[in-house]
Every structure is written in C-alpha cells, then in structure tokens.
C-alpha cells in the first residue's frame, strides 16, 4: 500500500467482490501516492513521504482504487470520497478519527453490487457508494452527516452490517447505531451513540423482518448500553442500562429457547429476545460458528469452538497450536461456510505464523439447508469480515432450533458461459477465451461450479479441454430449418396459426411475421414461442393478413422463412340450410315430406329406415376453418337416431345425437358438431348409424365465418 496509508484493523478497509459480475473478483481500498499494484505499477509519486512527526498523514492525495483479483493490476483509480476536509471535524484535531474508515459491499440496485466506503463515526460520517463497471469506477451517490442529518453524528460503530432491512429488494447500510437507506438516504437514526459490536439477522423469527442486537459506548449508568431494536425502523424492542458496554452476542444458541438469544457483558445472563432472563451467560461474547449437527449456533472464541450449556458450555474443538487475532477482540483469520454444506469453516494462523489452517466441521448434520453464501447478505458479510471490528455473519433468515424452511436463493452465476470455453462471453470459444482457460488448468478445487468444471471431478484437466476443443472456433452458426406446414385459419377478429415442430435439439423458439401485403414487409408479430402455434389477436376484421414463421436455435441462429399462409378474419355468420334450397343436395334414400307440422321451410328430409341413409348439403367458405353444425329435427320414432358426418368423404364426425323428441310433429336442436371446412366448396354428408334410418331434418346450420350455399 505505501508509506502512506496506515495500517490497522481501522485505517485500511479493503474488499473483495464481484463487482461487475463477470465472475472474477476485484480488490477495492483506499490507495495514496507510493501504492504499487499487483504488476509493479505505481500510483502517483514513488517518492512521496505525507507522514508527519506522529506518524500521521493529515495531507497529500487520497484515491481509491480497484485492483484485479487475478493479477492485482490497478483497474482504476479516483479521489477519494470524501476529502479529509477540516480534521477536527471528524472527532479529534490531531488526527486520528479523520482515518477511521468502514467499508461493504451491498446491493443498492437490487441486482447488481456495489462498493460503499465510509469514514468517520465518532462524528461526522460519510458514506460514498460506488459502482464498477467496464472498467471504471462510477458514484452513485454520498451520504454526509454535514448534508442535513446531524442526528446522524457519532452513531456509527467499529463495524457495520449490510441487508435489506425494509424488505424493499434493496440493501441498505445498519451503520451502527444509524441506518442508511439503499438510495444514500437516511432512514433513521436511534441516537444510541458508537459501539463496538452488532448483529443484523432475523432474531426474532415471530417479528417481521429483521432486527438488530447492539452495545453502546456512552458512559454512565442511566444510558442504554445493551439494545434490541427493530431493524427498519430503529424502534427499540427491549434494551438496558448501564452504559459503556464492550462485548454484546446474539444468535440462537440455546435450543430452550425460541428464536435468538443476546447476551453482553452487561445484561448479567443470557436473555430472550424479549430481555427475559434465560440462564448464566455463555463462557464467552466473541463470534459464532454453526458446528455441530444441530441447528443451533456454537461459540467461537479465541482458538475453540464450544457448545453452549444452561449449566456449563462444552469444548467442541482447540486448535492447538493456532492463535486468534487483534489482541483481545481474539478474532479468527475468518469464519465462514466457505466449503459448502451450509455448517461454517473457521480459519486460523498458526501461532509461529507461517500456515494458515482450515478447520470444518466432522459431525453429521441433522438438516439440509441451501450453503449459507447462497444468501446475498451472508455473502456480503464474508465480504465485510474483512473491516475493523468484524462481527459475525448473519444470513437474512432465521437458522435455529425451529426453524421455518430456508428461503429458495435467487441468485444468479456470474460470468458463466453458455457455451463452455467461452469465457470471455462473445459466444465464440477461440483464442481470446485459452488465457482464462489455462488460469484454471489443473485447478483442483471443488468451489468451481459446474459450468466451469464440466464433470464435476474438481479438476479442470483433460476432459475439460475436450469440451472446450469441441467447442472451438466453432460457437453453432447453423441455423434450425425453415418451419413447415403453416397454416392460417380465420376468426371473429382472430387468426389461428399452426405449423409443424422443428426437430432440432437445441431449438430455442419461433418467431412469427406478418404482413398485409403478400410475400414482403413482414414485421415480428411475436417472438421466441416456445410451441408451434400462434393466436394472433391483434388483427382487424376484413384484412386479409400474410403470415411466415422462422425457427431459432440457443445461438439465436434463425432459420429462412416459412412459406406464407393468409387469412382474413371477418365477423362470423350463420346460415340455415332447407331442404329445396340452393346448398341442398339431395336425400339418399328417402323423401322430402310435409305430413308433420312444425317444421319450417317447405317441409323435412325424411330418410328410408335403414343404415347408411343420407342426407347431403353444399357449404362455400372464403376460407379454411372451424365451422360449427347443427340440425332442427323430430324423432317419434322409439330410439335415438344417430349420426356420422363426412366432409368431402372424410368422417369428422359420429355418434351424434337424434333423440326422442316425443311425436313427429315436435322439433328440437342438435348439438353443435365442430367440423373443419376446407376453402371454397364443401360436401357435408349425414349418414344413418342405426337401422332406423336419420330423423326427420328440418334445416342444417353451418355457422363460421361466412359460409355460404355452396353447389351441389
Ligand atoms: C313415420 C313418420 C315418418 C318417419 C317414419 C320413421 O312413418 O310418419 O315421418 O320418418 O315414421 O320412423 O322414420
Ligand atoms: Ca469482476
Ligand atoms: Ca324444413
């Protein structure tokens, strides 16, 4: 970093995220002259010394910058946010509260994440969001104490917390003892003043929301120093007195107990999330770690897990010979669900400091839950253990004895391929994509998703490279085949469309075209259907419309057009047909009679009593469609009389309907009997199923659009 940016838990936030999601992480801090990048680039001056007698760097320029992740190449660099202005302003006037610095990242869009870096607490506070993308650092927005919330002065702590605690879908920044809305707004602040130590979570599960257990700094007997407050709106839930508290924990610990437990060196026990006494306080109020099969959280303190006990805890593990850090805070290197599952690995240094060692859990769970960096603000907390006075990371739901079911995570992969190899996204796998690919030859580690490691064996090696040669050069650029068989069938202000399925594997959709004009000046009528067919009711009544479909594969490679089909949607219309009319075409075998009042017309079909007995009618259409039938008829005979019907010699069809309708001089309707009519002339034949021969039929009905008689 250089001479001058000061080191400690307080001075040099960093961290480490994808902020542009293109699945490789970058490194954010404050930066000043004399910084040297991953590549042996240096910031500004190389010379440059701002430190003053004490140590201090009261001048000079501040920047902040983002370093890759891979190679630690500066991405880009700006001022910093905000200047130091007037020292004094910030709680002191030699200069130590101007360099106290916070940072996170958060999801202040919702969707896409940022980077917050903060400076100052104990007095002024200004937080500076700021995104990253193509390269370049862009502000979002500042949050300042001196902008117009003064009550927001000296409520931040040694830490923060990130989550979305007005339900919103955005997160927002819990400073402490203040809350900073997703937009850089506040949205509110407790005036509890600075503390050391907080926990965002959903503690108590029977409440909305989530909440917030924290301890104070002010001194004296009569000042709240240990709270439980609501999370959106700061209102306090239960808190007590005296002040000046230095260690406060929460989770829950205690399977005896629903919800969270909190405890602080001052509540004298461990209490409910209502502030009742529950038991002796747990050996220690340090960090906690989920470690053994249950539900419950552990305590981790120093170099050991330990399990707590309403009469004593018990020693789950020492990591001999490991030590813990930042002197009496005996924090660990980090905590975190870092290998999977969803219990927490916990990293320690050796004591001669030369390894780093991982320790995971050996028990056996009791539950199956989503891995914790599954949920965006526990994902964002690992993000954060990086900054001053860590505490604990918290998922955004409740994990304890009780639970309800864990939300289904909504997250999506970053900079994952869809075609392997193409790592760089232009959906061609060549030489721009081997320098990613050789990143990860032989990488052995199982944190790779599958998308990178094809077979899932944690190791991208040979079998990869077959995937990635198989790939090559060659992104799919051949086209589905052109869709066939369309058709266009007309309605009332509709037009029916229907084509054959493509066979293609890797088929993605259809689109569909239309023009009123045949052959040309199509424009996209609808996209990317997933079946082969199409309503398309955005049409006007008396226009013929041309229609063509194209099929497109994952590529989006998109077929040659589909040879047109048209159609002219019009209003639909009925017509009756009677027997001695034009449409008419004869009875075979029998005659057309008048003995039984009733009917209308001239008189009614009356066929010979035997199977196979017709009667046949001519319909026109302007053109091919659904057309509905139906018939006037009597039946005085002593069964139904039932029915088959062709068109144009194919049965469309059968079983319908004659039944008794008590005397032959009383007349009933059929059913409707849908029937596809082909454009232009049609030969309806009703033909005798039993031996009884048809009814007597007074009229046919053909309704659709615009039928007319046709010739016989
Ligand atoms: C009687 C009736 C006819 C009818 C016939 C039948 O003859 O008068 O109208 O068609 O029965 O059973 O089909
Ligand atoms: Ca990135
Ligand atoms: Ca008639």
């Not at 001196?146 to 997160?171: E, K």
């Not at 599960?205 to 257990?213: K, Q, T």
């Not at 079911?405 to 075609?419: E, F, K, Q, R, T």
Request: charged share 15%; hydrophobic share 35%.
């Amino acid at each position: 970093m250089g001479i001058n940016i000061r080191a400690g838990a307080h001075y040099t936030q960093f961290i480490v995220y994808d902020l542009d999601s293109n699945g490789w992480a970058e490194l954010v801090c404050k930066t000043a002259d004399g910084t040297t990048d991953g590549q042996g680039t240096i910031l500004g001056s190389p010379t440059a010394d701002y430190r003053n007698s004490s140590g201090y760097i009261l001048s000079g320029p501040e920047y902040l910058s983002v370093f890759d992740g891979r190679t630690g190449a500066f991405l880009d660099t700006v001022d910093y946010i905000p200047p130091r202005g007037r020292v004094s302003d910030w709680g002191d006037s030699y200069g130590n509260r101007v360099d106290r610095f916070l940072a996170c990242a958060a999801y202040l869009d919702g969707v896409h994440p940022s980077v917050v870096m903060c400076r100052g607490y104990y007095a002024r506070a200004v937080l500076a969001a700021w995104d990253f993308s193509g390269g370049k650092l862009t502000l979002r927005w500042v949050f300042d104490t001196n902008n117009g919330y003064a009550s927001y002065m000296g409520q931040g702590n040694h830490n923060l917390s990130v989550g979305d605690v007005d339900g919103d879908g955005f997160d927002e920044i819990v400073y402490g003892s203040c809350t900073i809305d997703h937009n850089g707004t506040g949205l509110y602040s407790t005036g509890l003043d600075h503390g050391d130590a907080m926990h965002l979570g959903d503690l108590d599960p029977a409440r909305p929301g989530l909440e917030v257990f924290a301890i104070h700094e002010p001194r004296g007997d009569t000042v709240i120093g240990t709270s439980f407050r609501d999370a959106a709106t700061g209102e306090v839930i239960w808190s007590m007195t005296p002040g000046d508290v230095g260690r406060g924990c929460s989770d829950d610990i205690y399977a005896g107990n629903a919800g969270a437990e909190m405890w602080s060196s001052k509540t004298e026990g461990l209490r409910d999330r209502y502030g009742g006494y529950l038991g002796s306080s747990p050996g220690s109020t340090n960090f906690l770690i989920w470690w053994d099969g249950d539900l419950t959280r552990e305590l981790l303190d120093d170099n050991h897990i330990d399990k707590y006990g309403t009469s004593s805890d018990t020693r789950l593990l020492t990591a001999a010979g490991c030590s813990s850090n930042n002197g009496t805070k005996s924090t660990p290197c980090l905590s975190a669900d870092i290998l999977g599952d969803w219990r927490e690995e916990v990293i320690w240094r050796t004591s001669d400091n030369t390894a780093l060692r991982i320790y995971t859990s050996t028990a056996a769970a009791s539950h199956r839950l989503y891995t914790l960096m599954h949920d965006p603000q526990y994902r964002l907390a690992i993000a954060w253990q990086n900054v001053a006075y860590n505490q604990p990371p918290h998922p955004s739901f409740h994990i304890g004895a009780g639970m309800n079911a864990p939300p289904v995570p909504d997250i999506v992969p970053a900079g994952m391929p869809s075609l392997y190899g193409d790592f760089n996204g232009d959906l061609l796998v060549d030489l721009q994509d081997l320098p990613a690919f050789m990143d990860l030859w032989l990488q052995d580690s199982c944190s790779l998703t599958a998308e990178w490691d094809v077979n899932e064996d944690c190791l991208i090696n040979l079998h990869e490279f077959s995937a990635l040669a198989g790939n090559w050069a060659g992104a799919d650029v051949t086209p589905p085949s052109a869709p066939a068989g369309l058709t266009a069938a007309a309605g009332n202000g509709t037009v029916v469309l229907d084509w054959n399925d493509n066979g293609e594997t890797d088929l993605a959709g259809y689109n569909v075209y239309r023009s009123i004009i045949a052959g040309s000046n199509y424009t996209l009528a609808a996209s990317l259907l997933s079946s082969s067919e199409f309503i398309d009711n955005d049409v006007v009544n008396g226009i013929t419309y041309y229609y063509v479909v194209t099929a497109l594969d994952k590529q989006l490679n998109e077929s040659a057009i589909s040879s047109e089909a048209s159609a002219k949607p019009d209003a639909i219309f009925s017509i009756i047909i009677q027997e001695n009319e034009l449409g008419f075409v004869g009875i075979v075998t029998g005659t057309i009679d008048s003995n039984h009042a009733g009917y209308t017309g001239t008189g009614f079909a009356n066929t010979t009593n035997a199977v196979g007995a017709y009667i046949e009618w001519a319909v026109s259409t302007p053109a091919a469609g659904r057309y509905d039938l139906r018939w006037r008829f009597a039946n005085g005979g002593t069964s139904d009389r039932r029915g088959t019907v062709s068109v144009n010699g194919s049965q469309q069809a059968a079983g319908i309907s004659f039944p008794l309708t008590g005397a032959w001089t009383a007349w009933n309707l059929t059913g409707l009997v849908s029937v596809n009519l082909a454009q232009g002339n049609n030969m309806i034949r009703l033909t005798a199923e039993t031996s009884d021969g048809l009814a007597n039929i007074d009229w046919i009905e053909i309704t659709g659009l615009l039928p007319s008689a046709g010739n016989s």
